[in-house]
């Protein structure tokens, strides 16, 4: 009969919370991303078109909504 074995170091519990870190930690860097996107977006279209302006306003918040950052809403 074996002598059951230890668990090794990356056992799963350890990999669960990785896994949460890391996701967090991505989340964070996308939404100060998102930010200085919308920064930029400002300073640099600020004489473009308007319809221009819009279109790219538009596209941190789908991608913040895609990420799991629900803006209200269900």
Do not use: C, H, W
Not at 58 to 73: A, K
């Amino acid at each position: 009969m074996k002598v059951p074995q230890r668990l090794p170091r990356g056992d799963i519990t350890s990999n669960i919370y990785l896994d949460a870190y890391q996701s967090i930690i991505i989340q964070y860097a996308s939404v100060i991303i998102e930010l200085i996107m919308i920064y930029l977006n400002y300073n640099l279209f600020l004489k473009k078109s308007l319809f221009l302006k819009f279109f790219i306003l538009l596209i941190p918040g789908r991608s913040l909504n895609i990420l799991g950052f629900d803006m209200g809403g269900e």
